[in-house]
């Protein structure tokens, strides 16, 4: 027997259903499966989608439970935020995002997943589950997203795609950049020497764009400000590396500057708006420095 997500909103403009879940960029297909099950109900009775709502209206459906769940474990994990939908996570240099293999249970989801569990976080009528969203480099620290449901995670994926959320980073890079300011645009591909790396490949690679702000320079080394227009894997560490400034602590990408015990890249902000609402209205979220990322490099 199936468990469902149970979402209920209250309507406060006039509007058809079909422009409202278009509007929170809810997927076609679940569009599709709440309109052939009759799963919309206004005001506690079903409705066909060109129906029109008007302010004081609720609407109400419900989506099945058919996620795979990760294994809940201990472990540690920094809340920057949480509501009902979306937990943002200021995860550690080292821990990963999510597992590679069955027998992996030390990740941010599995972490996630157990405070979830033993915490009887619900999400939408329903037990909350672990889902991921976006990956960050497991070298990488900072503000990561997390859904709590499968709705949820849709729809964040296509606010990431949008561009709608925004997300800023931080990076001590090797040398001193003489400009203030700049934007890479060279398309990124796999390095066909090693399938883990990523190349500036300006024929057939994808589109990327990574904006840099200098921030402040100490000992040869540089603090930058980054901003992704695109999300490419490697991205930043590739883009830096190739306009000579690589990413301090890169052991993939610096093979000259000083070493460092970790990748010198920091998921700092994030600008993110509540599920089902207006999604011109951004909220803001910083992830605290942690100890291991440098304030003044000195070395």
Known sequence: MLNYFKYNFLVHETISIKDLLNKWLIPRKIRGYLRINKKILINGLNRATSFLLHDGDQISFEIPDNQKMYLAKKGEINIVFENEDYILINKLAGQKMHAHSPNEDDTILNFAQYYFDTNKIMSRNHP????????????TSGIVVVAKNPLA????????????????????????????????????????KNPYKRIIDLTSGQEAVTKWYKMHTVYQNTLLRLELETGRTHQIRIHLKSIGHPIVGDYLYNDEGINYSRLLLHSA???????????????????????????????
Do not use: C, M
């Open 269 to 299: 902000t994030i600008q993110i708006p509540n599920l089902f609402s207006d999604y011109s209205l951004l909220k803001s979220f910083s992830a605290q420095i942690p100890s291991d990322f440098p304030r003044n490099l000195r070395k």
């Open 128 to 139: 909350a589950i672990a889902l991921i969203t976006h990956r960050i480099d497991r070298e």
């Open 153 to 192: 995670k849709s729809i964040i994926n296509q606010l990431l795609s949008k561009k709608i959320i925004k997300r800023a980073y931080l990076a001590w890079v090797s040398g001193t950049l003489i400009e203030e300011k700049g934007i890479i645009k060279s398309k990124i591909g796999i390095d066909p």
